[in-house]
């Protein structure tokens, strides 16, 4: 036969390890969005990396073409020009005139672009040098970042599964009635079927309790129920800290 006072002491190491399993939970609760938060920096740093390498690449093949076709226009002009002073009839001339200026007019443009890829590339290159140095400096800590949460979560996930072991054996030893009891609290509250008494304050739901009553849970020698919570009251002095 379990007595009254057993059964707290009982609760008391339940609820212990109820805390624990709690702030476990809120830790692992958290650490996916922690996680994510780190990858998402990582993959704005190499995917800025990856937009503005693809952006010079881009403005150097537009260069390398525009500069094989002035080329290329060139040399036409310098031929058109050539065979401008053999033409005798007036109307082939200014035909061939016509062709002339007008590529020397697309050769402007070319000219023009060319330049603004040029300034375009001086402000990509400096950006990718950035965002090159930024990875060399950051990326490798956001890594380790990452790692440490990772671990964390799998130590905290083994301590968790720990002490659902630990709780598991204490359980059996509550008499039936509290331990039915017991389980129907924590069932409909989901933290815990009991709560600390800390001053006359319920750890469960903060609210007050009556003096006189505060008083009785405190000599932890009978089942005493929070009467807003519901939860089992027991006392005892500084919960641990993890
Ligand atoms: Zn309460």
Do not use: W
């Given at each position: 036969m379990v007595s009254a006072e057993e059964d707290i002491q009982y609760l008391i190491l339940i609820v212990r390890k109820d805390e624990e399993i709690q702030n476990k939970k809120k830790?692992?609760?958290?650490?996916?969005?922690?996680?994510?938060?780190?990858?998402?920096?990582?993959?704005?740093?190499?995917?800025?990396?990856?937009?503005?390498?693809?952006?010079?690449?881009?403005?150097?093949?537009?260069?390398?073409?525009?500069?094989?076709?002035?080329?290329?226009?060139?040399?036409?002009?310098?031929?058109?020009?050539?065979?401008?002073?053999?033409?005798?009839?007036?109307?082939?001339?200014?035909?061939?005139?016509h062709e002339i200026e007008f590529l020397e007019n697309q050769v402007d443009e070319e000219e023009e672009r060319i330049l603004v890829i040029m300034d375009q590339m001086v402000v990509r290159v400096k950006d990718l040098e950035e965002i090159k140095k930024k990875i060399a400096n950051e990326k490798g800590a956001l890594l380790e970042e990452k790692r440490k949460l990772e671990e964390e979560t799998a130590r905290d996930m083994e301590i968790l599964r720990k002490l659902e072991e630990e709780k598991s054996k204490i359980l059996p030893n509550?008499?039936?009635?509290?331990?039915?009891?017991?389980?129907?609290?924590?069932?409909?509250?989901?933290?815990?079927?009991?709560?600390?008494?800390?001053?006359?304050?319920?750890?469960?739901?903060?609210?007050?309790?009556?003096?006189q009553k505060a008083h009785e849970i405190r000599r932890n020698d009978s089942i005493i129920m929070c009467e807003v919570c519901g939860?089992?009251?027991?006392?005892?002095?500084?919960?641990?800290s993890s």
């Amino acid at each position: 036969m379990v007595s009254a006072e057993e059964d707290i002491q009982y609760l008391i190491l339940i609820v212990r390890k109820d805390e624990e399993i709690q702030n476990k939970k809120k830790f692992l609760k958290n650490a996916p969005a922690r996680i994510g938060r780190v990858d998402s920096e990582i993959s704005r740093m190499d995917s800025q990396f990856a937009e503005n390498s693809a952006a010079v690449a881009a403005l150097e093949a537009e260069n390398r073409k525009l500069l094989g076709k002035v080329k290329e226009q060139n040399e036409n002009i310098t031929k058109k020009k050539a065979l401008l002073t053999q033409i005798r009839e007036n109307k082939e001339y200014k035909a061939m005139k016509h062709e002339i200026e007008f590529l020397e007019n697309q050769v402007d443009e070319e000219e023009e672009r060319i330049l603004v890829i040029m300034d375009q590339m001086v402000v990509r290159v400096k950006d990718l040098e950035e965002i090159k140095k930024k990875i060399a400096n950051e990326k490798g800590a956001l890594l380790e970042e990452k790692r440490k949460l990772e671990e964390e979560t799998a130590r905290d996930m083994e301590i968790l599964r720990k002490l659902e072991e630990e709780k598991s054996k204490i359980l059996p030893n509550l008499s039936g009635r509290v331990q039915r009891l017991y389980e129907r609290i924590k069932e409909a509250k989901g933290d815990s079927g009991v709560a600390n008494l800390t001053g006359d304050v319920c750890q469960g739901c903060h609210s007050r309790v009556p003096p006189q009553k505060a008083h009785e849970i405190r000599r932890n020698d009978s089942i005493i129920m929070c009467e807003v919570c519901g939860r089992i009251l027991v006392f005892y002095e500084d919960a641990p800290s993890s």
